[in-house]
């Protein structure tokens, strides 16, 4: 079993969506959780970022926390073509330790 | 600010060969390099974490002596990927931590690596 698990996708949405992607997780030590875009053929970049659990809003983005049951996801409200990527959660048992990805999963957002 | 670059962007070697992959932080200092690959359509797996003035830690699985990594300032690290074979062919990223924070990575943009 994978450390970090999901979905690959991939995920077809009308522009306007409310797009909900998720990663489950088996290591309890986590404490650190990331949400990482990435574009084909490009680095990733950070989105959003929270420590323990609870929700984290900005802007158009929502990353939750759910530590009981070992369950992320990151909400992106009126979806854009421009979110087509690939999304990447990470996460780490200390700040600044290494990070542990999740697989991606692919969003299209289609106009 | 924040911007991590690596150079070469692409590169392609003959198998036997080694290649060197930069990574720098441009407007920051980085104590601590991380080396990923990542294979189509998979999620990144670190290779070893890099810190200035010292050896690398290397992943299990993770050959020292093929994947030399050599952390020499604040700034650049470098990965060389020794007698290149064609299954080392992969996207090579690289992030680095700024010295001011505690958790955030900025990654690179990626050097894909083709061995014919």
């Known amino acids: 079993q994978k450390e970090v698990e999901q979905d690959p996708g991939p995920l077809s949405v009308p522009e306007g969506a409310i797009v909900s992607l998720n990663c489950t997780y088996s290591n309890s030590a986590f404490q650190y959780f990331m949400w990482y875009r990435q574009y084909s053929r490009k680095?990733?970049?950070?989105?959003?970022?929270?420590?323990?659990?609870?929700?984290k809003e900005d802007g158009r983005f929502t990353a939750q926390v759910d530590k009981s049951s070992k369950y992320i996801s990151l909400f992106i409200r009126d979806s854009q073509p421009s979110d087509s990527a690939t999304y990447l959660c990470a996460m780490s048992t200390g700040g600044g330790n290494k990070l542990t990805f999740g697989t991606g999963t692919q969003l299209k957002v289609e106009l | 600010g924040a911007v991590?670059?690596?150079?070469?962007?692409?590169?392609?070697?003959?198998?036997?060969?080694?290649?060197?992959?930069?990574?720098?932080?441009?407007?920051?200092?980085?104590?601590?390099?991380?080396w990923y690959r990542q294979f189509p359509k998979q999620s990144l797996m670190l290779m070893a974490t890099s810190?200035?003035?010292?050896?690398?830690?290397?992943?299990?699985?993770?050959?020292?002596?093929?994947?030399?990594?050599?952390?020499a300032s604040l700034t650049l690290s470098t990965?060389?990927?020794?007698?290149?074979?064609?299954?080392?062919s992969s996207f090579y990223i690289c992030s680095a931590r700024d010295l001011r924070s505690s958790y955030e990575q900025y990654f690179?943009?990626?050097t894909r690596l083709t061995v014919t």
Not at chain 1, 43 to 55: C, D, H, K, V
Not at chain 2, 52 to 67: I, M
Not at chain 2, 79 to 88: G, I, N, W
């Open chain 2, 4 to 34: 991590v670059s690596q150079h070469p962007s692409w590169v392609i070697c003959k198998s036997g060969t080694s290649v060197k992959i930069e990574c720098r932080s441009l407007d920051f200092q980085a104590t601590t390099m991380f």
């Open chain 1, 43 to 55: 680095g990733p970049e950070l989105l959003m970022y929270t420590y323990s659990s609870g929700n």
């Open chain 2, 108 to 110: 690179g943009p990626g």
């Open chain 2, 79 to 88: 990965l060389t990927v020794t007698s290149a074979h064609p299954e080392d």
């Open chain 2, 51 to 71: 810190n200035e003035g010292s050896k690398a830690t290397y992943e299990q699985g993770v050959e020292k002596d093929k994947f030399l990594i050599n952390h």
